[in-house]
């Protein structure tokens, strides 16, 4: 099975930035719809931001709007999550996968029954 790993996480001031990285060992993530989940300690996992495989159009939850940017870096075979602007909230461990996108609804999901999570990265937003 692909297993898909995140990196670039780390403990930022409020305010500040990070840059995280999701790359899938021996498959081209080129024009694979892939999406960034994140789950807070207590909380549910989340969809953050995704990306469609077909013509990369970029989806964000409202939460994320405007400070978060998806996007691919095709040389590195990677699909990067830009976070600008972070919050205490945005403190979680983030996460990487394929998904099913529906861009009517804003709302993007693994496949059903997916179980082929990563370790995911953490991201800790803290004065």
């Known amino acids: 099975q692909v297993q898909f790993v995140e990196s670039g996480g780390g403990l930022v001031q409020p305010g500040g930035s990070l840059r995280l990285s999701c790359t899938a060992s021996g498959f081209t993530l080129d024009h694979y719809p892939v999406g960034w989940f994140r789950q807070a300690p207590g909380k549910e996992r989340e969809g953050v931001s995704c990306i469609s495989g077909s013509d990369s159009s970029t989806f964000y939850a409202d939460s994320v709007k405007g400070r978060f940017r998806i996007s691919r870096d095709y040389a590195k075979n990677t699909v990067t999550l830009q976070m600008n602007s972070l919050k205490p909230e945005d403190t979680a461990v983030y996460y990487c996968?394929?998904?099913?996108?529906?861009?009517?609804?804003?709302?993007?999901?693994?496949?059903?029954?997916?179980?082929?999570w990563g370790q995911g990265t953490q991201v800790t937003v803290s004065s």
């Open positions: 996968a394929p998904v099913t996108i529906d861009g009517r609804l804003n709302t993007w999901y693994a496949p059903p029954g997916y179980a082929n």
